[in-house]
């Protein structure tokens, strides 16, 4: 199984500050057909996840562009910024590329 | 707008089974996938499987196997989970989310195995 490996497990931030949180893969999640199926996710405290980002630096409909996917291969990126109270929660990285599909397990964002 | 509904929460007995459902509307479900997934309360998420509903067929993560069967009913747009020969390690909140994007997701179900 590909192993997702997220860091920080947590960090705080200041509301308007900037964060980024990184997920490595133990493979590479470049599928056979060109696409790279990296998504992310928030999982707000009580919610079910959300998705955020799809292929790497793809925006799911009404995200905001604070919200930022980039990487390639086997490391990611999500940048969040000017960081608002309704951001706290649960960052999950998920790959899509080989089954069984697998995430990460969890960046814990907190509002200082 | 797409909306996924699951069903109420669930206290069963260790053995026992359960069967889940995820009640959909607001997109063609007969030609979409559904996957269902396990959280552990303050863990990570585990997918269980997949199913497409246009010909019911499969996909399981081998941990899942014997565990875990998807089902579709296209006539009401419904998706189910069951869930067998339940143990105390069984008890989680489970998820189905649609497509293979997992775009939209269920409010999740909590499930709970104990005598």
């Not at chain 1, 980024?20 to 590479?28: D, G, N, P």
């Not at chain 1, 706290?88 to 080989?98: D, K």
């Not at chain 2, 069903?7 to 459902?21: D, F, I, Q, Y």
């Not at chain 2, 579709?72 to 105390?88: C, E, G, K, N, P």
Request: hydrophobic share 30%; charged share 15%; glycine share 12%.
């Amino acid at each position: 199984d590909v192993v997702m490996t997220q860091t920080p497990v947590s960090l705080s931030v200041s509301l308007g500050g900037q964060v980024s949180i990184s997920c490595r893969s133990s493979q590479s999640l470049v599928h056979n057909n060109g696409n790279t199926y990296l998504s992310w996710y928030l999982q707000k405290p009580g919610q079910s996840p959300q998705l955020l980002i799809y292929k790497v630096s793809n925006r799911f409909s009404g995200i905001s562009d604070r919200f930022s996917g980039s990487g390639s291969g086997t490391d990611f990126t999500l940048k969040i910024s000017r960081v608002e109270p309704d951001d706290l929660g649960v960052y999950y990285c998920g790959q899509g590329t080989q089954y069984p599909l697998t995430f990460g397990s969890g960046t814990k964002l907190e509002i200082k | 707008q797409v909306k996924l509904q699951q069903s109420g929460a669930e206290l069963v007995k260790p053995g026992a089974s359960v069967k889940l459902s995820c009640k959909t509307s607001g997109y063609t479900f007969s030609t979409s996938y559904m996957s269902w997934f396990k959280q552990i309360p303050g863990q990570s998420i585990e997918w269980i499987g997949m199913i497409y509903a246009g010909d019911g067929g499969t996909g399981y993560n081998q941990k899942f196997k014997g565990k875990a069967t998807l089902t579709v009913d296209t006539s009401s747009s419904t998706a189910y989970m069951d869930l067998s020969s339940l143990t105390t390690e069984d008890s989680a909140v489970y998820f189905c989310a649609r497509g293979t994007g997992f775009d939209y997701w269920g409010q999740g179900v909590m499930v709970t195995v104990s005598s």
